[in-house]
């Protein structure tokens, strides 16, 4: 388990594998002792944000991050987050602050299917939520804290969104799309 040959049945999530092209080499990002990995977004330091996967899809989904200060997760005793004895499966890292000190990303809560986007300050979890939203997702951070994502309202239509630091109500992105 958690080598890069590891595949248990084609679908499954241990079959997923990051990987990184840097000076002319390929190499696996995958997480310690997890057989797949989803990076998702790299920094300009070369940290690595994105999720760890064990054998299914989204319960043993939990955002991870590989920088050169160690590897950390939302898994429990995964580093990140100020009580070791908590744990946030179907999560993921999008983005971070450039000095990392802010991760953004989603995670679903399992009992209700409610998605919510968060902030991982510190090693404290703060969930993210648009008013009224069927689910909100945080795809970035900047070094002011504005935060941009998507939601869905309760009519099920999907929008972006950008949330300024100063607290302000999120402002709703529409598109339309292309003919």
């Known amino acids: 388990m958690g080598s890069p040959a590891y595949c248990p049945a084609a679908g499954s ?3 997923i594998k990051g990987f990184l ?3 002319g080499q390929f190499s696996t990002i995958l997480f310690p002792g997890h057989p797949g990995a989803v990076p998702a977004r790299i920094t300009p330091d070369g940290s690595i944000y994105g999720c760890l ?5 989204m319960g043993s989904m939990y955002g991870a991050a590989w920088t ?3 590897d950390t997760s939302l898994r429990a005793g995964g580093g990140a ?5 908590m744990s946030f499966p179907s999560s993921m890292h999008r983005g971070a602050t450039p000095d ?4 953004v990303g ?8 409610h998605v919510y ?15 009224n939203s069927l689910f909100t997702i945080l795809w970035d951070i900047n070094p002011k804290e504005d935060l941009v994502g998507n939601y869905r309202d309760t009519s099920g239509k999907v929008h972006g969104f950008l949330q300024l630091a100063d607290g302000s109500a999120p402002i709703t992105i529409d598109y339309q799309k292309c003919r």
Request: proline letters at 7%; aromatic letters at 14%; charged letters at 15%.
């Open 68 to 70: 050169h200060s160690g």
């Open 81 to 85: 987050l100020s009580d070791p004895s």
């Open 21 to 23: 092209y840097s000076h």
């Open 53 to 57: 996967h064990d054998f299914d899809t």
């Open 13 to 15: 999530a241990a079959c």
């Open 117 to 131: 986007g968060y902030l991982l300050r510190n090693g404290m979890l703060q969930p993210y939520d648009v008013p």
């Open 100 to 103: 990392g000190n802010v991760i």
């Open 106 to 113: 989603f995670y679903a809560d399992m009992m209700t299917g």
